[in-house]
Nanobody, 127 residues
Framework: QVQLVESGGGLVQAGGSLRLSCAAS????????VGWFRRAPGEEREFVAA????????YYSDFVKGRFTISRDNTKSTVYLQMNSLKSEDTAVYSC????????????????????WGRGAQVTVSS
């Protein structure tokens, strides 16, 4: 089993920055695909960003491209999501997830490809 724990959420003003962390423990693999998803109140969960475990390839949703950066530190079994230029519409619960599937853009965006999920971290952006 794999356990994922998010941290770094909070309240920030529009235009500000936050960095989320996703710490993995258990039967993890540095070669695992890790993604970030978010769910705003009353909305469906949506893909935000993902990173491969092999060559650190990344993929972003259009609405965060250029503002968010996903990265990983395999020595710490941690994946980060640096969020800059935050907007009120970024307010959501952000969850990280781990997939055993091989890296592919079509895989990274699919919720059902991820077997392990963290509980999420609240990010609130005030306007």
């Amino acid at each position: 089993q794999v356990q994922l724990v998010e941290s770094g959420g909070g309240l920030v003003q529009a235009g500000g920055s936050l960095r989320l962390s996703c710490a993995a423990s258990g039967r993890t693999s540095s070669g695992s695909l890790v993604g970030w998803f978010r769910r705003a109140p009353g909305e469906e969960r949506e893909f935000v960003a993902a990173i491969s475990g092999n060559d650190n390839s990344t993929y972003y949703s259009d609405f965060v491209k250029g503002r968010f950066t996903i990265s990983r530190d395999n020595t710490k079994s941690t994946v980060y999501l640096q969020m800059n230029s935050l907007k009120s519409e970024d307010t959501a619960v952000y969850s990280c997830a781990l997939s055993r599937s091989p890296w592919a853009f079509s895989t990274a965006v699919k919720i059902n490809k991820y077997a392990f999920w963290g509980r999420g971290a609240q990010v609130t952006v005030s306007s």
